[in-house]
């Protein structure tokens, strides 16, 4: 199953270590703050009890939004002039 | 069928005009620039017609990502003392 995670974090360490956490588990970033990951629904769990604990004492909003194959191919993107950034990163 | 709507843009006045159009329609903002609609097909083409261009000129990359009933259902959120401030508007 695939699902896109957006986050709202607005510590800068914590969301970068939350951003290198996606990363590292085979998440595609598709916006500054939002990967796609290719996962099951364990896995996802486990995430998202990382990200919490990553999280702990801060503000934060995390989303994860299951996304089925048939949804999957009706997915826009609108891309104007747009990189992400290494010095993003 | 609802639709997440999320937005990276670089520039506040366009990402500002984007958000209120968001809202016009009806949209349910759940991240700082992220919101939930509930349109058909041809009310999003328009809307992404009309978020074109706003962006015509900047940078920027807006997705819009298909919600079915089941994966709605599925949705996870993590809140973490978290609330989208009047201030950020």
Chains 1, 2 share one sequence.
Do not use: W
Not at 17 to 33: A, F, M, N, P
Request: contains cysteine; charged residues 35%.
């Amino acid at each position: 199953m695939h699902y896109i995670i957006v986050y709202d974090v607005s510590d800068n360490n914590k969301r970068n270590i939350i951003r290198e956490k996606l990363k590292d588990i085979g998440g595609e970033r598709i916006q500054y703050s939002g990967f796609i990951i290719d996962m099951d629904e364990e896995e996802l769990i486990q995430l998202l009890g990382r990200i919490r604990r990553i999280l702990e004492g801060e503000k934060g909003r995390v989303i994860a939004i299951p996304l089925c194959e048939k949804d999957m191919k009706k997915l826009i993107t609108l891309t104007h002039n747009y990189e992400i950034k290494d010095e993003l990163l």
